[in-house]
């Protein structure tokens, strides 16, 4: 007779508990898709917002500079040289009566600009502490409480900003719709600071003649044109191209749609 103990058989799983885990990984699944569904949707609204206020930030400065040159007869300058021949105050400043019709304070602060005083005289440096909201930063979150600004114009011969010079809109051909403002990010450039990008010294890489300017949007450099139309710059663009496109003879309305 066989003494030797048999060793009883593993219970088999009930069908209810295979079922209840089963479910459960299921489910784990479709909520980590889901969630990875609701982040990808809400990444993208938040870029879509982005988007619409950096364009709005665009049309506001174009606005501004037209309804100037309404009053004045031109553009302008992008800026005013002060008694010792140096640049004192900047086209930002000038545009700021110009931007109360869109909701910004520009009246109040271009009442406390003293012009007599050099944009960074001690009677205007207490214009320039941190807000919450600059008037000339991006609004897309990446400057707040900063006093630099975001926007900047191309500074040139034959560009809409020729130094010191002025331009009326009236003298630009009806074919050419040449850059107005570009919109860039890390700039060290102080909002009222009577500084931009010159179209003669736009930096070069090894020699190379392309655009390298402070990091942009996602590898690009928004820019709206003086007709209103906007585009993109993307990183790495030719500079003698920038400079086409800044040029009050040599940019198109067709020739826009291509950095559309």
Not at 10 to 17: A, G, M, R, T
Not at 162 to 172: E, L, M, Y
Not at 183 to 190: A, C, H, K
Request: net charge negative.
């Amino acid at each position: 007779m066989n003494d030797e103990k048999t060793e009883p058989l593993d219970s088999p799983v009930p069908e209810e508990e295979r079922f209840s885990k089963s479910t459960l990984i299921s489910a784990g699944g479709i909520v980590v898709i889901i969630c990875g569904v609701l982040a990808f949707l809400v990444s993208n609204a938040r870029h879509a917002v982005h988007e619409t206020l950096c364009h709005a930030s665009l049309f506001k400065l174009r606005h501004a500079l037209l309804e100037y040159d309404s009053v004045y007869g031109s553009l302008p300058p992008p800026f005013l040289q002060g008694p010792d021949g140096n640049a004192a105050h900047s086209w930002r400043v000038l545009i700021l009566p110009h931007l109360d019709s869109l909701g910004i304070d520009g009246d109040g602060i271009y009442e406390a600009y003293d012009m007599t005083d050099p944009w960074n005289g001690s009677r205007n440096q207490r214009l320039f502490q941190p807000v919450s909201e600059s008037r000339f930063a991006c609004p897309c979150g990446l400057e707040d409480g900063t006093t630099l600004t975001s926007y900047v114009v191309l500074v040139g011969e034959d560009t809409l900003f020729p130094g010191d010079q002025t331009i009326s809109v009236s003298v630009i051909p009806d074919t050419s719709d040449p850059i107005l403002v570009l919109e860039i990010t890390n700039s060290d450039i102080e909002w009222a600071e009577p500084r931009d990008l010159s179209i003669h010294e736009l930096k070069s890489t090894s020699g190379v003649n392309f655009l390298e300017l402070t990091r942009p949007h996602a590898g690009s450099i928004r820019f709206i044109t003086l007709s209103g139309k906007l585009g993109v710059l993307p990183a790495g663009t030719n500079l003698e191209e920038v400079r086409r496109l800044a040029s009050i003879n040599g940019q198109t309305a067709e020739d826009t749609e291509e950095f559309q």
